[in-house]
Nanobody, 125 residues
Framework: QVRLVESGGGSVQSGGSLRLSCAGT????????LTWFRQAPGKEREAVAG???????TYYIASVKGRFTLSQDNADTVYLQMDSLRFEDTAMYYC???????????????????WGEGTQVTVNL
């Protein structure tokens, strides 16, 4: 059983930065796909960025490429560095993971087994 805990959310001005953390326990190996999803009020949940933890291969949606960066440490924490934040990035951010690859499914929420409770990101105009 993997447990995920997100942190690092907050309120920033447009153009600012935040770094989200997803601390995980219970991993059996590094062969897990981990994705950050977000959901804004009244909108569908969407995948933002994913990482195949075994190799560090990353995936991003077009709207965050060049602004958001995924990384991980040796202590099972995955980071989402968010720069040049925009008002439209405002949402609750969740990390999710599964003991499977990311290819073709990194952005499919239904395929993920373990979820954190989320951290709120608010970007002010």
């Amino acid at each position: 059983q993997v447990r995920l805990v997100e942190s690092g959310g907050g309120s920033v001005q447009s153009g600012g930065s935040l770094r989200l953390s997803c601390a995980g326990t219970g991993y059996l190996s590094r062969r897990y796909c981990l994705t950050w999803f977000r959901q804004a009020p009244g909108k569908e949940r969407e995948a933002v960025a994913g990482i195949w933890r075994n190799s560090g291969t990353t995936y991003y949606i077009a709207s965050v490429k060049g602004r958001f960066t995924l990384s991980q440490d040796n202590a099972d924490t995955v980071y989402l560095q968010m720069d040049s934040l925009r008002f439209e990035d405002t949402a609750m951010y969740y990390c999710a993971t599964k003991p499977d690859g990311c290819t073709m499914t990194w952005d499919k929420a239904s395929t993920f087994d373990y979820w954190g409770e989320g951290t709120q990101v608010t970007v002010n105009l």
